[in-house]
């Protein structure tokens, strides 16, 4: 079975539509199609909703295989609001939908009740902290597959403990954004849901 695709190249839209790649890059410089630049190399990426939306504008046909895609949902933990937020811009970039949980209790309770594919994850919260909330995701049945991205300030120590109780990655704070896109697009891409 083949991943859902939720980010799209340039090259993938050319596929989809039968033009040439030039003309692609064409609608995203005129802004006729929305897209956004990766930092560093400046590859183009489209989300799929935008793409979708392109395509009824134009009153293109949606491929078959787009149809029904629905965007990935990751739980952002993490109790600096400006923090959250500026992880939540992040993943909207990286075509995921997002929740923020501002401590480890209500992290539990929404993991419960939403069963997103992925966390990003502070280690340091008052009261039921990042681990408990790390060892509480690998213990629950039915999460035990979630993809957990520790995003922490604590020393490499503490770190590596996260590693060692089921965390898939670890970031260290203040941490590079388009090192956090490639994240959520490996993880998310190297599954099949």
Known sequence: MKPKVHVLTTGEIASYCGVNLRTVIRWLDSEKLKGYKLPGRGNNRI???DFIDFLNQNR????????????????IVDDEAAMAKSIKRIAHKAGVRSLIAVDGFQAGLMLSMHKPQMITLDLSMSGFNGFDVLKFARD??????I?????????????DEALALGADRVLSKPFDASELITEFESLFLSNVF
């Open 47 to 49: 989300l799929t909703a």
């Open 60 to 75: 293109m046909p949606i491929p078959s295989s787009l149809a029904k895609v629905e965007d990935p949902l990751v739980l």
């Open 140 to 145: 629950q049945e039915g999460l035990q597959g």
């Open 147 to 159: 993809k957990i991205i520790v995003i922490s300030a604590l020393g490499q120590n503490k770190l």
